[in-house]
């Protein structure tokens, strides 16, 4: 469930640098490019992502503009990944091994071969998987300059910030407590440098 | 400085915001101004984690079920534990969220709005905007009560009265 439909984990963001004055013309192309694709069953493809309608996972056309609500961009980002389970590789592999061990009367197979049929045999067996789909919610704020995204795993925030600087050409920026600080400083008008000065506290005082 | 650098050096500055947090909440001052908006209450609600802020960077204390009356959170945070992720119920006016928060990101995470009424199937818009509005309200709140502890960090109020009157309720932990 995303943030939408239910509760949800996400982390903050603050997008460097301006809006460009023509992005009513410019993101409905850039979207487009970056919208979800599904994985060609027959390819041996384990993973896509891309943009899809942020109130319907299963809509990566787009085609009205849906994810324009003024003041905000809100799309979802979907992933999909499929799998080969680790013990029906194994298995797989084992069979594939006796098959070859006893057609070629070797007892054993060196490891170049065994990976060799190991590969073969994910190919084969990743076909047959059905894709995992999650999808992690974005809203962008288009004047405040913020984002928010669906989810907390830093690996999977990161993968999500080098995806939106390819879509849109900004670069994401973390919203973690000494930035937070700092934009409170600068707003406020003192001097940034007061951030740098802190130090802790709490236990330094007895 | 890296990202991951920068963010490991200063994370005692969101400790000592839920610590603050905590204080406020217990000693009756949760309550706090957000101008023409009114004012929101914050408080921990059900979950808390401390972890040393020394070196047993492992070592975990977790505590669940009412915090006001957990003895075993207290005396963790008396004995030098910092608090790194906690339960917290937000309120504005007869609106509530509930939402646990980390020290280290300021992330979210089981992020709860008040009820939403709109029907997703009449009006997908509708429900977007309420609970856009609604994540948006939290988070603006939020901020403020965070511009408000930073504010006080920087000043001469926060070594003079606030930081004593903080360690004095830490230290009644014990």
């Known amino acids: 469930m995303g943030l939408i439909f239910g509760s949800g984990s996400f982390a903050r963001y603050r997008v460097e640098?301006?809006?460009?004055?023509?992005?009513?013309?410019?993101f409905p192309e850039r979207i487009s490019r970056f919208t979800f694709r599904n994985i060609d069953e027959a390819s041996e493809q384990e993973r896509s992502a891309g943009w899809v309608n942020i109130m319907d996972m299963f809509d990566n056309r787009l085609s009205a503009m849906e994810y324009l609500k003024e003041p905000c961009i809100a799309l979802s980002w979907r992933v999909d990944v499929r799998k080969v389970p680790s013990k029906a590789l194994k298995r797989y592999c084992r069979e594939a091994e006796e098959k070859i061990k006893e057609s070629e009367g070797l007892e054993f197979l060196s490891r170049k071969r065994r990976l060799e049929i190991k590969e073969r045999v994910q190919v084969e067996l990743i076909k047959?998987?059905?894709?995992?789909?999650?999808?992690?919610?974005?809203?962008?704020?288009?004047?405040?300059?913020?984002?928010?995204?669906?989810?907390?795993?830093?690996?999977?925030?990161?993968?999500?910030?080098?995806?939106?600087?390819?879509?849109?050409?900004?670069?994401?920026k973390p919203v973690f407590p000494y930035y937070a600080a700092f934009e409170v400083v600068r707003k406020e008008g003192m001097d940034p440098a007061l951030v740098d000065s802190l130090r802790p506290s709490l236990w330094e005082v007895e | 400085m890296q990202l991951l650098e920068r963010v490991g050096s200063t994370e005692f500055i969101g400790r000592e915001f839920l610590a603050w947090l905590w204080f406020k909440s217990e000693t009756g001052e949760g309550s706090f101004p957000l101008g023409e908006a009114g004012s929101v209450e914050l408080w921990y609600d059900g979950r808390i984690v401390l972890q040393s802020d020394q070196d047993d960077r492992d070592e975990k204390v977790i505590c669940l079920g009412d915090t006001s009356r957990s003895r075993e959170a207290r005396f963790a945070l008396a004995e030098r534990k910092a608090v790194t992720e906690a339960k917290i119920r937000l309120s504005i006016g007869d609106n509530e969220w509930s939402f646990i928060l980390d020290a280290t990101w300021l992330n979210f995470k089981s992020f709860k709005t008040p009820r939403v009424v709109q029907d997703d199937k009449e009006d997908p818009d509708g429900l977007f905007y309420e609970k856009f509005y609604l994540i948006e309200q939290a988070l603006s709140a939020l901020d403020a009560v965070f511009s408000s502890f930073i504010k006080l960090r920087l000043s001469a109020d926060w070594e003079a009265r606030e930081l004593p009157a903080l360690l004095q309720w830490v230290g009644e932990g014990k």
Request: net charge negative.
């Open chain 1, 128 to 172: 047959r998987v059905i894709p995992r789909a999650q999808t992690y919610d974005m809203i962008w704020n288009l004047p405040a300059s913020t984002v928010i995204f669906g989810s907390v795993s830093n690996n999977l925030c990161d993968e999500f910030a080098e995806f939106f600087m390819q879509c849109f050409g900004l670069h994401l």
């Open chain 1, 17 to 26: 640098g301006p809006l460009p004055e023509d992005y009513l013309e410019q």
